[in-house]
């Protein structure tokens, strides 16, 4: 059957004026080319876009707001607790006055000593008071401010008209609502620990884990990314030239259709012919969410992959995802993703995952002369042991449960595809595991090593907090388990942060963020799993250190793809770090790097090489230990500081300096060539 041609998306294709394009979702509808008529719609829409621009300066402000309050809670609890501590020692000191008064005779001086000590804890006690009713009074004045930004719903109105309109409601709608209630539904008693790995449900893993891409999807992929490299797509239409938002609707049309005709004409050029002679996007409506979802599948698996061509791809998605545009498409460019999940799901074969032997079939091991540290000389032959149990336990996973229904290609493929997620998981979330168990080897939290205390004072060394040796520690120690656990639920996380930036009801605006002009959007999803991350931090640590702030959906993190993109950095800060400090023993064994060293680092009581390199490496760590987490990065506590993204922050602060660090040489040495990885 033949679609029928479109005449309002011909029309809109045609129309050379874009200001005096179709309104999308009309047919054969022409805007008034009156010049009071156009004065108007201009004069509204640009009273519109600062109603939007208020709008959302009033909710950067009101989170300002709440990070301050935040903060000035931290320093209200941090005060009480340093006055608690110097109330005892007053108190020990004057226990001990008094027991040493009582052993000698009564004398002036004596009795004046020990009413000035009693004094002493007097006020002392006053302080400690004081500081403490500060401190639960802005504790109470935090919890009453978070009382009343949810009952007030700061957050942009859902059924307000922006740069992209909310969708009715619908079945895609729903489905964003039922993947949101399943993540309410997780359970959050967890422990983020080293083991949890070994123990992790595979059930609830591989909803999360995308399908490796297939022979004849890499071809598409390769399409893909050839047509969005020569793509300006987002250079055109995020700009704020436009005088109306039809204008920019007719752009985002243009330029869609422009990519997709060339997907097709690349394809094939007969059935590429046919769609630019009759504009049928509907008949290739397969093909093109093929491509999409192809490309999409394959960024999450490998986040250094498709740098500048990803973030063209959601943004097209995003606004082909608007009601107008999907009106003169006739078509939705988005479909979910393949999971291993819903593979075996529609082949009715979950109990695979339940199977004991999938985590031998899909274990990562470890090989080769970059991890000969971490294997700490494991002899070949049991390397090729543990190869031959993988291959022996995915046989006999082949044998139980492959049939009619789940052929052998492709429970393979999903073991394969959970074997690249173990793979994604030795590469992100071990380098933190690496930097942790540095932390808790070469310090201690209550004893401090001459020479290396991670202690840091605000305005010193570029720092904005103020931390002794123990509370910086357990700052360190609080982020980088933080960003382990991020980096365990990465895949979870891109999927959500994909729900949330491809929703039909969620809304963006275009905001110059002070970083240029960015898209702010909401993210819910997003929000509330890493709201459940934090909880499972917290609960596991006790105490936390610094503020709780999440930013997400305002100038810091405007969307869930910056939050994404963020977030990716961390194994490539944490990685070279880890490489150089496993590096340092076999790089010394050579004379002259040995000399150096010595002559740089070393010492007279560093005579022996054990001890140089202990101390050079403690060097190393602990800069980064200091002033990774020391809260720079920016001018202000809002955008950097102890919250959730300023820690992330300060960590890209300190990569930045790395050039001006005593150490930089010994780093080039070590073979480091940068942090932002390749290309």
Known sequence: MVSLPNPGLNDALDSQEQTGALLPGRQHVALDSKDQQAAG??????????????????????????????????????????????????????????????????????????????????????????????????????????????????????????????????????????????????DTDSQPTASTSGSNNFLERAK???????????????????ALSVSEYTDKVDVLSWKSKTSRIHAQIKDICAILSGLVVAQDYKKGQQLVRDRNFQDNAEFFQNCFEAGRRFKIMNPDKMRSEYGKLVYLLMDSSDDHVQNLLEFKCVRPLRTVYTLLEECNGL???????????????????????????????????????????????????????????????????????????????????????????????????????????????????????????????????????????????????????????????????????????????????????????????????????????????????????????????????????????DLCKDAQVRAYVDSAFGSVEQCRQAKLLQHLVKSILADFFKHAFDGGGADNFFDAGSCIDGRLTSAWNWSSKIEKKPYYNIFKMAGFVGFDGRF
């Not at 999360?208 to 050839?226: H, M, N």
């Not at 044998?399 to 999903?414: A, F, G, I, V």
């Open 41 to 186: 719609s201009h004069d509204y829409y640009e009273e519109h876009m600062a109603r939007l621009t208020a709008e959302g300066e009033a909710v950067d402000y009101s989170r300002q707001l709440t990070v301050a309050q935040e903060q000035l809670a931290e320093y209200a609890a941090q005060k009480e607790e340093d006055a608690a501590g110097y109330l005892q020692q007053a108190q020990s000191l004057e226990r001990l006055l008094t027991s040493w008064l009582k052993s000698n005779d009564n004398s002036p001086a004596r009795a004046q000593l020990q009413a000035a000590s009693h004094d002493l804890c007097q006020k002392l006690a006053e302080e400690a008071g004081e500081a403490k009713n500060f401190a639960a009074q802005q504790k109470a004045d935090v919890e009453r401010a978070k009382r009343t930004s949810s009952q007030a719903d700061l957050a942009p109105m859902q059924d307000e008209e922006d740069v992209k309109r909310p969708r009715e409601e619908n079945g895609h709608a729903q489905e964003a609502s039922t993947a949101m209630s399943q993540e309410e539904e997780e």
């Open 351 to 585: 109990a695979v995952l339940q199977d004991p032997l999938v985590e031998a079939a899909t274990a990562e091991i470890v090989a080769g002369e970059r991890f000969k540290r971490l294997l700490r000389g494991r002899p070949r032959p049991e390397i090729q042991r543990d190869i031959r149990r993988k291959e022996k336990a995915r046989e006999a996973l082949v044998q139980r449960y492959s049939s009619n229904r789940l052929p052998e290609e492709s429970l393979l493929q999903c073991l394969y595809s959970i074997s690249d997620n173990n793979s994604f998981l030795l590469f992100n979330r071990d380098p933190v595991d690496r930097m942790i168990a540095y932390l808790q080897h070469y310090f201690q939290p209550n004893q401090v090593e001459q020479g290396f205390s991670l202690g840091i004072s605000g305005g010193f060394e570029g720092a904005r907090l103020t931390h002794n040796h123990q509370r910086q520690y357990n700052y360190a120690l609080q982020s980088l388990t933080l960003w382990r656990e991020i980096s365990h639920d990465m895949f979870k996380l891109w999927c959500l942060a994909e729900t949330d930036l491809l929703s039909e009801s969620n809304s963006y605006r275009l905001t110059n963020t002070g970083q240029g002009l960015n898209r702010v959007q909401q993210a819910p999803g997003v929000s509330r799993a890493m709201h459940n991350i934090l909880y499972k931090c917290q609960k596991q640590i006790g105490h936390w250190v610094g503020s709780s702030v999440i930013h997400l959906g305002d100038h810091n993190v405007p969307n869930a793809l910056m939050f994404i993109d963020k977030y990716t950095q961390v194994p490539r800060i944490l990685n070279p770090v880890v490489l150089v400090v496993d590096a340092l023993p």
């Open 208 to 226: 999360y884990i995308p399908l490796r891409l297939q022979l004849e999807e890499r071809r598409l992929l390769r399409l893909l990314e050839a």
